[in-house]
C-alpha cells in the first residue's frame, strides 16, 4: 500500500528557486579569470541561470543534450551548474588539467553539442576544434570586450557567452520532470584505459545536498560562507554548489586564482568559515603566510578547512588547529560517490581523549553518513571484520553512489549491488575508515596482502628518499614479491641493503621488499597521480633475487 | 535520458540500521508510564526493533496492515517506530486525548490488526474493545510483573509485549521495498466532521528526517540531546524520532509525566540541548520554576526551546532568552505537513537588529524550508503578494505533504497541485509568514475578509474578558458581519457598548464587531480547541442591529 504524499520530483531547479526566493540577496562572490571580482546574488545567479535556459533552447539545445565546460570556479561557470541542469540538459564538466588527448576523448565520447569555455583555455579549444566532431557551438564565458582577443585563433562557430544571455529573455519556467534524469556527467581519469563518464541525477544530487547540510557533513547552513577552492569540474566541487544553494550560504569563487596571496585574500576579505580544497593547496597557502610572519592566521573567520582528494598530513592538522583556530576535516569520496563517502568528525565521547589521541582518530579518512552503506571484502567477497586491522576492497551503496557509467554497456555493480571502489581498506570498530592502497596496487603474497602505500610511506621517511613506488612482481611461490622503486634525493646516497634495513624495523618481516631499484624519475599522469600500470609494465620480466631462494613461511 | 546512479529505496529502516552501527552506544533515555527510568540505546532499539518485526509477522500482520497505538512517548513506543514500521507495516499512532467515540471510529476506520496500549489507558481501551471490530490482539506495552493489574479488566486476546520481545528472534532482515510505500498513519481531528488519516511514506518520512538534520530547521546532529516532549501521536513528534535516528542524536522521553518539576529534572539531569512542546507544557515549567527560586534555568544546558501548535507569546521568548540562555524557535506545520511547513530562525543580517526588532520578526511563524512551496490565494484563486499586508488562503506543496486522506476517495489537492492548509496568513517580503486565521473562520464582509483572530485577541486585551469568539453571521448588505461572543471574568463587568468602543482605536473601523453576546461559556473540542463550528450553529439566525441600518462604504 503506498503513502498518500505529494509526488513531487527532487529537482536541482528548485534549488535556485528556493535561494533566489528566501535568500536573495545573499552574496555569490566571484574572481573573474579576465581579472577583478563580481558581485552577484541568488536572485541574480537565478535570473541569469534562466537565460541561459533561453539560451540554450534558441541554440536547439534538447533535454537530455550535454554541454561540456572548461572552466573554473566563476559566477558564470555556477549559471550554467542551474541553467544547464535546470533546463533537464546535462552538465559536462571537463578537466581542463587532463592532456588534449583525453580531452577530445570525453567531448566526443559525451557527445558535447555546446563547449562553454573560459578564455585562458582558448588556445586548447582552438587546437581541439578540428576533432570535436559533435560540438556544434563553442561558448567563451566572457564578455564582448574581451572577445577580440579570441578572434585569431580560428575557433568555429564562436559566441560570446554575456551577448547570449543579453539576447535572452529571463522569463523561463523550470520544467517538471523524472527526478531520475541526468543531471551533470564528469569523467574520471583513471592510471589504465579510457576515462568513463558518471552521470548523476537530479536526485542522487538533490538527496546528497540534503545530506550535505548536516553538521555531521559539511553543516552548510545560512551563516556559513564557503571559498569553493575544489574545481566545479571535480565531482560537482563537491556537491558544495547545490547544498549552498538550498540552505543560502555565502559562496566564494576563485577562479584560477589558487596561489597562497589570492586565497588567503579571499579568506580575510570575504569572512570565510569554511573552504575545501586538497592538500597541495593548503600547503600553498602555508608557504605564502610562511614568507608573511606579520599575517596572524588567528584573526581569519574560518572554522573548518575540508581535505579530499588525498590524505592530510598529521601537521597540517596541527597547524590549522594551532595557528588558524580552525579544524582541518578530512573526508574520502570519489567521482563515483557524488562525492560524500566518509567523513571525519570526531564523536562527542571523543571529547575526552588527549589531543594526541585526537589526531591518530582524525588522521583516517572517516565515518560513514546515513545514505553510504560501506563493507570491505577479501577476494573471495567475504565481509571482513570492522577491527581496525583487516582489510579488504572497500565497496558503497547508496542512493548518490554511481551503478554504471555513460555509455559502458554493463553496469557496474556486484551481484549485491554494491560498487567496488577499487581502494583497499580497514575500518575500526568505531567506523572509522583507514585507506590502505589501491585495489591494483596491493601486492598479493601467499595469500595475504602487503600494502603499496604503507611500503612508500615508510620508505619516505628515510632522508636520502625523494620518491618511492612498490609494486608487486611475479614470484614462482608467493605469486607476487614487492620491488621497491626509488629516486634519490639529489646529492645523496644510500644503498639497497641500507634502505632495507631501514624498512626491517618499521614494517614485518615479510613485507620488506624482496629487492630495490634507483631509477631517474618515476611516471605520472596529467593530474600527478603515481603511474603505477607503466611501473608494472617496466618492471614485468624483472628477476627477484629471491625467486631461487628457499623461502619458509 | 535517466542518470546511472543506485537506485536504493529511501526506507524507515535504513535510520534505525544507520544509528546502530555507527551511534550504538548513544543514549535513548526513557521515563517509564509505571515509573522509573530505562536507559537504552540505539544498539537496543535496533535489537528490539528487530524482535517487534518477528513478532508481528507470527501473529500474523501482514505488509500494509495496520497496528495501532495509544502510547505516551517512551522507548517501547520508539521500538514500534522502526519494528512496524521498518516490516512495510503501517504504524498508526492515535491520540488518546479524544474523545472515546473518536478513537473507536478512528481505529475502526483505519481497521487496525493490532493495538499497543500503554496501561494507563488500560480501562480506556477495555471499554473501547468491544466496538473495536478489526483488532484480533492487544499487546499491553508493559512486562509480565504489570500485566497482573490488568487482569480484571476483560480486554480480549490480551498480549504483554515484554513476553512478545523475549519469544521473538532477534535475526530479521529488513525487507526492501518501494519507497512511497505507507509508513505511519495520523488522523487529525478538525472541528467538524469524522477525524481524517494522514498516511506518511517512508519517502516523505527520509526527506523530511533529511531536512530536519539542516541548522536552519531543527539542525538535530550527533551532540544534540532532544527532550521530546511534543508526543509521538503527533505527526510523528515532529518527525524528530526520525531525525535523531538518522544523526544519532540522544534522545530523552518524558512517558506521561510532563508536569513542570518532571519536565525540569529531565532538562537537567540528561543534558538536553533541544526540546520541542506546544506552549502549555512551557507554561507548567514556568510554574514550577516560579514556585522554586532557588533555582537557576541559566545552568542548564538548553539551547532551543521549539514551540509549534498554537504561537508563543512575546513574554516566553523573552523569558527563555533571559533567564535560561536559550532560544525559542516557532514553527508551524500540521499533521498534512509532516510536519514541518515554517520554522522562525533569523537571517544573518538580522544580527544588527534591536533585541525588540528581533522580537517581532520571531513572533511571526516563520520562513519555508527547501522542500516546502508556500502560497497565499484569495478567494479566487489568485496569488497575493509577499507584502506582510495582504492575507489570503495559505496553501502548501512539497515532497512531505498530504495529497489526500486514507480511504478518502477524491485527492486533496487543487488543480495545480496545492494543498490547502485551511489557514490564512500574510507573507512579509523576506518570506515570513504569519497567521491571521483559520479559513472557515475568517469574516467575509463586502468582498473583504476580517480575521476573527486578530479581533479576539485585542478583545482578551480587556480586563473584563476571560474568553473572547469572534465569527461571522449573515448580513444582507455585507454577506458577514463581526458578532463578538464573550466570558467575562468573574466579578468584573463590562457593557457591549464599552467594549465596542475599547475596540474602535485598536482595529480599523470597518472591523468593530456589529453587535457583542455575553456567555457564560464557550464551546470547546477535546484537544481544547474553540469550537467554532458550534458557536455560529448556534448564532446562525442572530439578527444583527445593523441589518436595518443604512450602511455607506
Known amino acids: 500500500m503506498l503513502g498518500l504524499m505529494q509526488d513531487r520530483p527532487l529537482l536541482i531547479s528548485s534549488l535556485i528557486e528556493y535561494a533566489a526566493a528566501y535568500h536573495p540577496q545573499q552574496e555569490i562572490i566571484s574572481r573573474t579569470v579576465e581579472g577583478g571580482t563580481v558581485r552577484s546574488n541568488y536572485e541574480q545567479v537565478h535570473r541569469r541561470a534562466r537565460r541561459v535556459a533561453n539560451a540554450l533552447a534558441a541554440l536547439g539545445v534538447q533535454p537530455g543534450?550535454?554541454?561540456g565546460t572548461l572552466a573554473w570556479n566563476t559566477h558564470r561557470h555556477l549559471e550554467l551548474y542551474f541553467g544547464?541542469?535546470?533546463?533537464?540538459?546535462?552538465?559536462?564538466?571537463?578537466?581542463?588539467?587532463?592532456?588534449?588527448?583525453?580531452?577530445?576523448?570525453?567531448?566526443?565520447?559525451?557527445?558535447?553539442?555546446v563547449l562553454c569555455f573560459d578564455t585562458t583555455f582558448a588556445p586548447l579549444v582552438a587546437k581541439l576544434a578540428p576533432q570535436l566532431t559533435s560540438v556544434r557551438h563553442y561558448v567563451a564565458l566572457t564578455d564582448r570586450e574581451h572577445m577580440a582577443a579570441l578572434a585569431g585563433l580560428g575557433i568555429p562557430n564562436l559566441l560570446c557567452y554575456e551577448d547570449l544571455l543579453a539576447n535572452a529573455s529571463e522569463d523561463y519556467a523550470w520544467p517538471q520532470f523524472d527526478e531520475r534524469t541526468a543531471s551533470s556527467l564528469c569523467y574520471t581519469s583513471g592510471t589504465t584505459g579510457n576515462p568513463k563518464g558518471v552521470l548523476y541525477s537530479h536526485r542522487s544530487t538533490v538527496l546528497h545536498s540534503l545530506k550535505a547540510s548536516a553538521a555531521d557533513t559539511f553543516?552548510?547552513?545560512?551563516?556559513?560562507?564557503?571559498?569553493?577552492?575544489?574545481?566545479?569540474?571535480?565531482?560537482?566541487?563537491?556537491?558544495?554548489?547545490?547544498?549552498?544553494?538550498?540552505n543560502g550560504a555565502k559562496m566564494v569563487l576563485p577562479a584560477q586564482h589558487l596561489d597562497g596571496e589570492s586565497v588567503y585574500r579571499l579568506l580575510?576579505?570575504?569572512?570565510?568559515?569554511?573552504?575545501?580544497?586538497?592538500?597541495?593547496?593548503?600547503?600553498?597557502?602555508?608557504?605564502?603566510l610562511d614568507a608573511h610572519?606579520?599575517?596572524?592566521?588567528?584573526?581569519?573567520?574560518?572554522?573548518?578547512?575540508?581535505?579530499?582528494g588525498s590524505a592530510a598530513p598529521a601537521a597540517m592538522i596541527r597547524r590549522f588547529a594551532?595557528?588558524?583556530?580552525?579544524?582541518?576535516?578530512?573526508?574520502?569520496?570519489?567521482?563515483?560517490?557524488?562525492?560524500?563517502?566518509?567523513?571525519?568528525?570526531?564523536?562527542?565521547?571523543?571529547?575526552?581523549?588527549?589531543?594526541?589521541e585526537q589526531l591518530k582518530i582524525r588522521?583516517?579518512?572517516?565515518?560513514?553518513?546515513?545514505?553510504?552503506?560501506?563493507?570491505?571484502?577479501?577476494d573471495e567477497g567475504n565481509a571482513l571484520p570492522h577491527d581496525g586491522k583487516a582489510f579488504g576492497r572497500l565497496k558503497v551503496r547508496g542512493p548518490w553512489i554511481a551503478s554504471g557509467y555513460f555509455r559502458v554497456d554493463h553496469d557496474a555493480l556486484d551481484a549485491n549491488g554494491w560498487f567496488d571502489t577499487g581502494d583497499v581498506a580497514n575500518i575500526d570498530p568505531e567506523g572509522y575508515v583507514q585507506?590502505?592502497?589501491?585495489?591494483?596496487?596491493?601486492?598479493?603474497?601467499?595469500?595475504?596482502?602487503?600494502?603499496?602505500i604503507d611500503l612508500e610511506n615508510a620508505t619516505m621517511g628515510h632522508p636520502a628518499v625523494a620518491e618511492a613506488a612498490v609494486i608487486g612482481v611475479p614470484h614462482p611461490k608467493w605469486q607476487e614479491r614487492p620491488l621497491l622503486v626509488v629516486v634519490k634525493r639529489p646529492g645523496q646516497e644510500v644503498s639497497a641493503a641500507g634502505l632495507l634495513n631501514f624498512l626491517a624495523g618499521k614494517v614485518v618481516r615479510w613485507w620488506v621488499p624482496d629487492d630495490v631499484v634507483f631509477v631517474d624519475a618515476l611516471p605520472h599522469t596529467a593530474t600527478g597521480k603515481l603511474l603505477k600500470v607503466k611501473l608494472r609494465e617496466q618492471f614485468r620480466d624483472y628477476e627477484l633475487p629471491t625467486v631461487k631462494d628457499e623461502w619458509t613461511a
Open 268 to 288: 580575510r576579505d570575504e569572512h570565510v568559515t569554511y573552504s575545501t580544497a586538497v592538500p597541495t593547496v593548503w600547503l600553498m597557502l602555508f608557504q605564502y
Open 219 to 246: 553543516g552548510v547552513n545560512p551563516e556559513s560562507c564557503i571559498l569553493m577552492i575544489v574545481p566545479l569540474f571535480h565531482a560537482n566541487a563537491w556537491g558544495l554548489p547545490y547544498a549552498c544553494t538550498m
Open 363 to 378: 588522521l583516517k579518512q572517516g565515518r560513514a553518513l546515513w545514505g553510504v552503506d560501506l563493507r570491505i571484502e577479501d
Open 322 to 356: 594551532q595557528q588558524f583556530g580552525a579544524q582541518l576535516v578530512q573526508g574520502w569520496g570519489m567521482t563515483e560517490t557524488s562525492p560524500i563517502g566518509v567523513i571525519n568528525t570526531l564523536l562527542p565521547r571523543h571529547a575526552t581523549l588527549s589531543e594526541e
Open 435 to 452: 585507506l590502505v592502497d589501491r585495489a591494483k596496487d596491493v601486492i598479493k603474497s601467499g595469500g595475504e596482502w602487503i600494502s603499496s
Open 84 to 113: 544547464v541542469s535546470g533546463a533537464g540538459v546535462v552538465l559536462h564538466t571537463v578537466n581542463p588539467r587532463l592532456f588534449p588527448e583525453q580531452i577530445d576523448y570525453i567531448v566526443n565520447h559525451a557527445e558535447d553539442s
Open 65 to 67: 543534450d550535454r554541454v
Open 293 to 308: 610572519p606579520e599575517i596572524d592566521p588567528g584573526q581569519l573567520d574560518l572554522r573548518v578547512a575540508g581535505v579530499g
